[in-house]
């Protein structure tokens, strides 16, 4: 099993500079992980860097609350894609899973993914701040939605990826869709024990320290 095809390398910060992506894109170089994932703002600086070699460009859209408008998000992605981006983190609306419009969770996502079209779709449910059974109706709508993947988190939110909702959501989602861990995973023993779970990516900021072995106070 190589654990760095499992790594979305991440940094979302607000100040992030140009530097530090480009930072990414180097560590990302190195240790081949799956993708960058960054802001929009930086994705075609992103590309051009990583263009020539099997490393996605990952980016996020409604980040980091989901409560934007449908019209906004399919604006967002179109973009991303335009300027390299091949992979499309979207956050869920929440606002409309608690105000139980399920017909407006799965429009949200549905049309998203008919832009992103071939590239991979990953949707975000921010599971800290849904109840278990909400969680469970989120990954049936995004999986009737077309989504690729179920992400658990944003890392900005009071808590990130857990078992217990990672578990939720493989019960949850058809053969068609995988998982994505992320929002504190920090070192190699977490990351196993979420692939030993089934999930088939995991979001960190703390790649590079992942890959060595060593302990990382890192966040996104």
Same mark, same amino acid.
């Given at each position: 099993?190589?654990?760095?095809?499992?790594?979305?390398?991440?940094?979302?910060?607000?100040?992030?500079?140009?530097?530090?992506?480009?930072? *990414?894109?180097?560590?990302?170089?190195?240790?081949?992980?799956?993708?960058?994932?960054?802001?929009?703002?930086?994705?075609?600086?992103?590309?051009?860097? *990583?263009?020539?070699? #099997?490393?996605?460009?990952?980016?996020?859209?409604?980040?980091? *609350?989901? #409560? /934007?408008?449908?019209?906004?998000?399919?604006?967002?992605?179109? @973009?991303?894609?335009?300027?390299?981006?091949?992979? @499309?983190?979207?956050?869920?609306?929440?606002?409309?899973?608690?105000? #139980?419009?399920?017909?407006?969770?799965?429009?949200?996502?549905?049309?998203?993914?008919?832009?992103?079209?071939?590239?991979?779709?990953?949707? @975000?449910?921010?599971?800290? #701040?849904?109840?278990?059974?909400?969680?469970?109706?989120?990954?049936?709508?995004?999986?009737?939605?077309?989504?690729?993947?179920?992400?658990?988190?944003?890392?900005?939110?009071?808590?990130?990826?857990?078992?217990?909702?990672?578990?939720?959501?493989?019960?949850?989602?058809?053969?068609?869709?995988?998982?994505?861990? /992320?929002?504190?995973?920090?070192?190699?023993?977490?990351?196993?024990?979420?692939?030993? *779970?089934?999930?088939?990516?995991?979001?960190?900021?703390?790649?590079?320290?992942?890959?060595?072995?060593?302990? /990382?106070?890192?966040?996104?």
């Amino acid at each position: 099993m190589k654990i760095n095809t499992y790594i979305d390398h991440t940094l979302l910060k607000a100040d992030a500079t140009l530097a530090q992506i480009q930072q *990414l894109c180097e560590e990302a170089k190195t240790y081949q992980f799956a993708s960058v994932c960054i802001p929009s703002y930086f994705v075609a600086d992103a590309y051009k860097i *990583l263009r020539q070699t #099997n490393v996605k460009v990952c980016t996020v859209v409604g980040f980091p *609350l989901g #409560n /934007s408008s449908t019209e906004t998000k399919v604006r967002e992605a179109q @973009i991303a894609i335009e300027n390299g981006a091949e992979e @499309i983190d979207m956050v869920i609306n929440q606002a409309a899973i608690k105000s #139980n419009k399920w017909d407006d969770v799965q429009s949200d996502i549905s049309q998203v993914k008919v832009v992103t079209g071939n590239y991979i779709l990953k949707v @975000i449910l921010e599971t800290c #701040n849904l109840t278990d059974e909400e969680i469970a109706r989120a990954c049936q709508e995004a999986d009737r939605a077309g989504a690729d993947f179920v992400k658990t988190s944003t890392g900005f939110a009071s808590d990130g990826a857990t078992v217990e909702a990672v578990q939720i959501m493989k019960a949850n989602i058809s053969a068609n869709v995988k998982i994505k861990a /992320s929002g504190g995973i920090r070192d190699l023993e977490t990351v196993q024990k979420y692939i030993d *779970l089934g999930v088939s990516r995991i979001g960190a900021s703390s790649g590079v320290a992942i890959m060595e072995g060593t302990a /990382s106070n890192s966040s996104y």
